[in-house]
């Protein structure tokens, strides 16, 4: 699940729901209301120390992201300036700081949540950090190898705890980057196509190619934490998303199509994409028209084909229909 917005798409992945179907209100940067349940809630009532550890001025408002967190430590500069900031440094220097006087206790387990802003939009130069040079990508990679340097830091303190043994480590994007390669459809193959990285103690790597959704985040996790049931029972939750230890084991089932959504805001009309393999169903509010692409062929969406194939972007249009009526719809509200 992709939003056009920063929190719209980080509330999809630690709620486990589809941002429409959560207590909102209408602006790009959202506030979500009490009535949603968020990951941290879940295992703090499973009893998990929870910490977490933000980077934009957003986060210091009245969000609703810090609801169920034990500590809660955003760190923002004034709006405007976020976009010039690295932000990498200083939340992995928090965490770690952090983990330093979180003594290791098998009675009550963490959860922390790191959330870093780059890479940047301007992508910002850092010094003793290697270039690619200088070109978009290039500068973009520059900025990923800091994010590393610092993450490298943060994992290595992870690695040297008695409680290394059992704990589980996610990495993954909010939205990904185009580069060059604009697009007017909010809801491309360049914002959808996120990393996802899980470390699960005693599973070999491997890499799993299906396409998922990043609502699919909150179920895994709880069922490897194994407090499904106590988080469920307390706020009958109704998660949208499916546990992905199956992939992790190599029992692949049938790949499922994946929905995402861009809901209406102030700024944005919605939108909508049904993915069924390699062929993509884009529903675009503003202009209300549906565009059909192959993007295992044309992964820029170059080439529209609703007109070439209509039968096929009927059956996906009703496919789509039908999977979001069964959603707890919810209107934004002020």
Same mark, same amino acid.
Do not use: C
């Given at each position: 699940?992709?939003?056009?917005?920063?929190?719209?798409?980080?509330?999809?992945?630690?709620?486990?729901?589809?941002?429409?179907?959560?207590?909102?209100?209408?602006?790009?940067?959202?506030?979500?209301?009490?009535?949603?349940?968020?990951?941290?809630?879940?295992?703090?009532?499973?009893?998990?120390?929870?910490?977490?550890?933000?980077?934009?001025?957003?986060?210091?408002?009245?969000?609703?992201?810090?609801?169920?967190?034990?500590?809660?430590?955003?760190?923002?500069?004034?709006?405007?300036?976020?976009?010039?900031?690295?932000?990498?440094?200083?939340?992995?220097?928090?965490?770690?700081?952090?983990?330093?006087?979180?003594?290791?206790?098998?009675?009550?387990?963490?959860?922390?949540?790191?959330?870093?802003?780059?890479?940047?939009?301007?992508?910002?130069?850092?010094?003793?950090?290697?270039?690619?040079?200088?070109?978009?990508? +290039?500068?973009?990679?520059?900025? !990923?190898?800091? %994010?590393? =340097?610092? #993450?490298?830091?943060?994992?290595? *303190?992870?690695?040297? /705890?008695?409680?290394?043994?059992?704990?589980?480590?996610?990495?993954?994007?909010?939205?990904?980057?185009?580069?060059?390669?604009?697009?007017?459809?909010?809801?491309?193959?360049?914002?959808?196509?996120?990393?996802?990285?899980?470390?699960?103690?005693?599973?070999?790597?491997?890499?799993? +190619?299906?396409?998922?959704?990043? !609502?699919?985040? %909150?179920? =895994?996790? #709880?069922?490897?934490?194994?407090? *499904?049931?106590?988080? /469920?029972?307390?706020?009958?939750?109704?998660?949208?998303?499916?546990?992905?230890?199956?992939?992790?084991?190599?029992?692949?089932?049938?790949?499922?199509?994946?929905?995402?959504?861009?809901?209406?805001?102030?700024?944005?009309?919605?939108?909508?994409?049904?993915?069924?393999?390699?062929?993509?169903?884009?529903?675009?509010?503003?202009?209300?028209?549906?565009?059909?692409?192959?993007?295992?062929?044309?992964?820029?969406?170059?080439?529209?084909?609703?007109?070439?194939?209509?039968?096929?972007?009927?059956?996906?249009?009703?496919?789509?229909?039908?999977?979001?009526?069964?959603?707890?719809?919810?209107?934004?509200?002020?």
């Amino acid at each position: 699940s992709v939003s056009g917005s920063m929190p719209t798409a980080l509330a999809a992945i630690l709620t486990g729901q589809y941002p429409s179907e959560l207590e909102r209100t209408p602006d790009d940067l959202a506030g979500f209301g009490s009535k949603n349940t968020f990951l941290a809630e879940m295992l703090s009532t499973a009893g998990y120390h929870t910490a977490g550890f933000p980077s934009h001025w957003y986060f210091d408002g009245k969000t609703g992201f810090s609801d169920g967190f034990d500590v809660w430590q955003p760190y923002f500069v004034e709006r405007g300036r976020m976009k010039l900031v690295p932000t990498a440094e200083t939340v992995v220097t928090a965490a770690v700081e952090h983990l330093h006087r979180l003594e290791p206790d098998p009675s009550r387990p963490f959860f922390m949540w790191l959330h870093i802003l780059d890479p940047l939009p301007n992508y910002i130069e850092h010094l003793d950090i290697a270039r690619f040079g200088d070109k978009r990508a +290039d500068r973009y990679d520059h900025e !990923i190898r800091y %994010v590393d =340097t610092w #993450l490298k830091w943060f994992f290595d *303190t992870l690695k040297r /705890r008695e409680d290394w043994s059992r704990t589980i480590v996610v990495v993954a994007g909010s939205r990904g980057e185009a580069f060059e390669q604009r697009s007017p459809r909010l809801l491309n193959e360049s914002n959808l196509r996120v990393p996802l990285i899980f470390r699960v103690p005693g599973l070999e790597s491997r890499p799993v +190619d299906w396409r998922i959704s990043l !609502i699919d985040l %909150v179920p =895994t996790l #709880l069922d490897l934490a194994d407090v *499904t049931s106590v988080t /469920r029972r307390a706020r009958n939750l109704s998660l949208r998303g499916h546990s992905l230890i199956p992939h992790f084991v190599g029992r692949d089932t049938t790949m499922s199509p994946v929905f995402a959504e861009s809901p209406e805001s102030l700024q944005h009309a919605m939108q909508l994409v049904w993915l069924d393999g390699s062929t993509k169903l884009h529903f675009d509010g503003e202009e209300n028209h549906w565009q059909l692409f192959d993007v295992a062929r044309d992964p820029w969406e170059k080439e529209e084909l609703s007109m070439k194939r209509p039968q096929l972007s009927g059956r996906l249009q009703t496919a789509l229909r039908r999977y979001r009526s069964n959603l707890d719809l919810k209107p934004p509200k002020r």
